[in-house]
């Protein structure tokens, strides 16, 4: 289907700031898992059966230290923003539940555990689904209307999505726009994800500075705001609370903000607001 591309008012360009939470409910014995969890700056996984105290004090750090630098740098900039939250991450933080909604931005599912669905069942995954939106909403007051996976879904991800009363789903690099899926006649709308402009770069390669992330980062907005005049799209910038939320990474989130906001035409946006945009002016069309 042939979509006709436009944003509220005309504008050219919509900028999609998602913070993942996932801090707090990343793999360790200690929450009953085998073994510690891969995804390490420092790189140092092994298979024993022991905790990697060091890797999870840098995932706290995420906690207790990012989330308020994030915070004051997007209020600085009135920028809304959307939290793909590990359900679980907030159950014992709940300042910081309060502390995201009461800033306006908006929660987003992002599993229940920070962990792979694609080996679950049907019945399994939509329970862990359900179980992250049942927590999210009693930590933030807020039922989630959006989904973020971690990258490996099943065939039912969507589908489960749709018929649990999801607007969206975020499992996608393949656009720049929204549009929609029907999975056995389901309509869910997803909006693409980037994972080219994501900050986890800075982690998992330590010669990537913030600079160089800072300089990709505005490449990118300057190409899709100087097409947007004609070809109007979405720029999603995905930052993480361990990775940018550090005093050498967190000044280039506040330079990209800054640069966004000097020019006109840009709409920063939660992905529920440009979810709901999208639906109402291209409904499904079946």
Request: charge should be negative; glycine fraction near 8%; aromatic fraction near 10%.
């Amino acid at each position: 289907m042939s979509l006709v591309r436009r944003w509220p008012d005309g504008q050219r360009l919509a900028l999609s700031i998602v913070v993942n939470v996932e801090e707090g409910s990343e793999r360790s014995i200690a929450r009953g898992d085998k073994g510690m969890e891969a995804v390490d700056e420092l790189g140092m996984f092994v298979k024993d059966p022991i905790r990697n105290y060091p890797n999870e004090s840098n995932y706290q750090f995420g906690l207790k230290v990012g989330a308020r630098r994030v915070l004051d740098i997007l209020a600085k900039h009135g920028a809304k923003s959307t939290w793909t939250i590990c359900a679980q991450s907030l159950e014992g933080e709940l300042d910081l539940a309060k502390a995201i909604v009461a800033a306006g931005h908006e929660p987003c599912s992002h599993g229940y555990r920070w962990q792979f669905q694609y080996k679950m069942d049907e019945a399994a995954e939509r329970a862990f689904i359900r179980k992250a939106a049942d927590s999210i909403e009693a930590t933030t007051g807020q039922r989630p209307v959006g989904w973020l996976s971690r990258y490996l879904t099943t065939d039912n991800t969507r589908r489960l999505l749709a018929e649990e009363g999801f607007l969206y789903s975020m499992d996608d690099f393949s656009d720049e726009y929204p549009f929609w899926d029907a999975p056995d006649g389901k309509p869910i709308v997803v909006i693409p994800y980037q994972i080219d402009t994501n900050d986890m770069k800075m982690w998992s390669d330590p010669a990537y500075t913030a600079r160089d992330w800072l300089d990709y980062a505005t490449d990118s907005f300057d190409t899709l705001y100087a097409e947007g005049e004609e070809h109007p799209a979405m720029l999603s910038i995905g930052l993480h609370l361990r990775i940018i939320g550090r005093p050498g990474r967190s000044w280039a989130l506040d330079k990209l903000l800054q640069h966004a906001n000097a020019k006109p035409g840009v709409w920063i946006a939660t992905r529920r607001e440009i979810g709901e945009h999208f639906a109402r002016t291209t409904p499904y069309a079946g």
